[in-house]
């Protein structure tokens, strides 16, 4: 059984100089020399990639958006010159380094953590993104209650995903397969709340027509997940109290008590021990919910994690409106991660969203895209100053290198218009994430005019395309 975090390194044909030997003492090494990229294995929690050449191939550019958020890192031999960079900008937010000696450091993995509570491909199977050490501490209590059926009280402010890890824990169950259902307490009325929480009996007020089971034997056999438990009325508290101690409930209207098996995990964003204290929750009931106390940190305290998030969410979000992927370019991650996001990972989502619909057809979205995120900030002024300068993207016909005048001594018009094609076609395969298909639509090319252009030019590779 590994003691160590699994690090996958993909060479790219490159010497790895009996590096992977020295990195053994701290990562879980695998080492993939061939020159096409292979997706790393399903446990991996971080991803190293050489980047020596001048630009990343549609076969590196798709096997990356496969992996969503897994941690990834670029290995160069020598520093990163600003062409360079430009031409990697469209892989994405991943990480930069110089290959030397000593294993990958803090920063993308906590090293102190020898054994992951969740491998960051686990945590994104389960909608999250979770390698700072404050999710790492999170997605470990939420793993060793998902192995009982202990009742958790998830804490955190709004947007920090409590509803997530509900889930999450229900998944990691033995109970999975089982019904999850999940209750906001906060919005139901509070003359209704008792009748969806536990059912009713036909004639128990004017419109019960029929036996309603309610929330909690819905759940049965499975999870119930209360949020906003803090807004629960004080007479509905009392009732809550009796299923948890005596795991039965009572349908309104009369009749016998009927045995519920189920998860009870219930949220709060407020301070429930002060609720206790001012009279408006029962102590005794807050005792009941606080068995496994778990405080999710802000997106604040765990900005190391923005830029996954952030690609992530761009994945996710393009997906959901039918776009072509996108990318984002590297000078986006220093804004992120300098701002204080109150709204927490919902807002962060939010914003990924509204920067993909306004951005229109344009593959690569820019600091410029996301400015509107300091218009409400107190010193958004001062984060924008103080940010690093932006590395503009080149254009295809700067990148191609072709001269907008006739030189004297002539040209060969085939080749300067082979070069165009060749960086047009590149361009809309790294959009497209190396989907034939779609980038052929980009360029207005039927498929097979664009297969024998690549053939033509020599671009063909031999990962086999995905046509979703």
């Given at each position: 059984?590994?003691t160590?975090?699994?690090?996958?390194?993909?060479?790219?044909?490159?010497?790895?100089?009996?590096?992977?030997?020295?990195?053994?003492?701290?990562?879980?090494?695998?080492?993939?020399?061939?020159?096409?990229?292979?997706?790393?294995?399903?446990?991996?929690?971080?991803?190293?990639?050489?980047?020596?050449?001048?630009?990343?191939?549609?076969?590196?550019?798709?096997?990356v958006?496969?992996?969503?958020?897994?941690?990834?890192?670029?290995?160069?031999?020598?520093?990163?010159?600003?062409e360079?960079?430009?031409?990697?900008?469209?892989?994405?937010?991943?990480?930069?380094?110089?290959?030397?000696?000593?294993?990958?450091q803090?920063?993308?993995?906590?090293?102190?953590?020898?054994?992951?509570p969740?491998?960051?491909?686990?945590?994104?199977?389960?909608?999250?993104?979770?390698?700072?050490?404050?999710?790492?501490?999170?997605?470990?209590?939420?793993?060793?209650?998902?192995?009982?059926?202990?009742t958790?009280?998830?804490?955190?402010?709004?947007?920090t995903?409590?509803?997530?890890?509900?889930?999450?824990?229900?998944?990691?169950?033995?109970?999975?397969?089982?019904?999850?259902?999940?209750?906001?307490?906060?919005?139901?009325?509070?003359?209704?709340?008792?009748?969806?929480?536990?059912?009713?009996?036909?004639?128990?007020?004017?419109?019960?027509?029929?036996?309603?089971?309610?929330?909690?034997?819905?759940?049965?056999g499975?999870?119930?997940?209360?949020?906003?438990?803090?807004?629960?009325?004080?007479?509905?508290?009392?009732?809550?109290?009796?299923?948890?101690?005596?795991?039965?409930?009572?349908?309104?209207?009369?009749?016998?008590?009927?045995?519920?098996?189920?998860?009870?995990?219930?949220?709060?964003?407020?301070?429930?021990?002060?609720?206790?204290?001012?009279?408006t929750?029962?102590?005794?009931?807050?005792?009941?919910?606080?068995?496994?106390?778990?405080?999710?940190?802000?997106?604040?305290a765990?900005?190391?994690?923005?830029?996954?998030?952030?690609?992530?969410?761009?994945?996710?979000?393009?997906?959901?409106?039918?776009?072509?992927?996108?990318?984002?370019?590297?000078?986006?991650?220093?804004?992120?991660?300098?701002?204080?996001?109150?709204?927490n990972?919902?807002q962060?989502e939010?914003?990924?969203?509204?920067?993909?619909?306004?951005?229109?057809?344009?593959?690569?979205?820019?600091?410029?895209?996301?400015?509107?995120?300091?218009?409400?900030?107190?010193?958004?002024?001062?984060?924008?100053?103080?940010?690093?300068?932006?590395?503009?993207m080149?254009?295809?016909?700067?990148?191609?290198?072709?001269?907008?005048?006739?030189?004297?001594e002539?040209?060969?018009?085939?080749?300067?218009?082979?070069?165009?094609?060749?960086?047009?076609m590149?361009?809309?395969?790294?959009?497209?994430?190396?989907?034939?298909?779609?980038?052929?639509?980009?360029?207005?090319?039927?498929?097979?005019?664009?297969?024998?252009?690549?053939?033509?030019?020599?671009?063909?590779?031999?990962?086999?395309?995905?046509?979703?």
């Amino acid at each position: 059984m590994p003691t160590h975090l699994r690090l996958h390194w993909s060479t790219l044909g490159e010497p790895t100089h009996g590096l992977e030997h020295a990195w053994a003492g701290t990562w879980e090494v695998t080492t993939d020399r061939s020159a096409t990229p292979s997706l790393p294995p399903g446990d991996t929690d971080l991803w190293v990639i050489n980047a020596d050449a001048s630009e990343p191939s549609p076969a590196l550019v798709r096997a990356v958006a496969e992996v969503g958020a897994m941690p990834i890192l670029l290995l160069r031999s020598k520093a990163l010159p600003l062409e360079t960079l430009a031409a990697w900008g469209p892989l994405g937010s991943v990480r930069w380094g110089v290959l030397f000696g000593d294993p990958p450091q803090a920063g993308l993995r906590p090293l102190a953590a020898r054994v992951a509570p969740l491998s960051a491909s686990q945590a994104l199977g389960l909608g999250l993104v979770g390698f700072s050490v404050a999710m790492q501490e999170v997605l470990g209590k939420a793993r060793a209650a998902a192995a009982t059926r202990a009742t958790v009280l998830l804490m955190g402010e709004s947007g920090t995903g409590k509803e997530v890890i509900a889930r999450a824990i229900h998944r990691l169950s033995s109970d999975a397969n089982q019904p999850f259902v999940p209750v906001h307490c906060g919005a139901i009325p509070e003359n209704l709340i008792e009748s969806e929480l536990f059912g009713y009996n036909k004639g128990a007020f004017t419109d019960a027509r029929k036996d309603t089971p309610g929330k909690f034997r819905e759940a049965h056999g499975g999870t119930i997940f209360l949020d906003e438990v803090s807004t629960m009325p004080l007479g509905v508290q009392v009732r809550l109290l009796r299923v948890l101690q005596e795991r039965e409930v009572q349908p309104l209207g009369g009749g016998a008590a009927i045995k519920v098996d189920v998860r009870v995990v219930t949220a709060t964003n407020v301070d429930l021990w002060k609720r206790v204290q001012d009279g408006t929750f029962r102590e005794d009931l807050f005792y009941r919910l606080d068995v496994v106390p778990i405080q999710l940190p802000p997106l604040r305290a765990r900005k190391e994690e923005v830029p996954f998030l952030a690609q992530h969410f761009l994945n996710r979000k393009a997906r959901e409106h039918g776009l072509y992927p996108k990318a984002l370019h590297p000078s986006v991650d220093s804004l992120l991660m300098a701002l204080p996001w109150p709204g927490n990972v919902r807002q962060l989502e939010n914003a990924i969203e509204r920067a993909i619909v306004l951005s229109s057809q344009r593959s690569v979205l820019t600091r410029e895209d996301f400015t509107f995120l300091t218009e409400r900030v107190p010193n958004g002024a001062a984060i924008m100053a103080a940010l690093p300068p932006v590395t503009e993207m080149p254009t295809v016909l700067q990148a191609a290198s072709v001269p907008m005048a006739l030189p004297p001594e002539g040209l060969d018009l085939n080749q300067v218009v082979s070069e165009v094609e060749k960086k047009l076609m590149l361009q809309s395969l790294q959009i497209t994430r190396g989907n034939k298909k779609r980038a052929a639509e980009l360029l207005g090319l039927k498929r097979t005019t664009f297969l024998e252009k690549m053939k033509r030019l020599e671009l063909e590779d031999s990962v086999e395309e995905e046509e979703g």
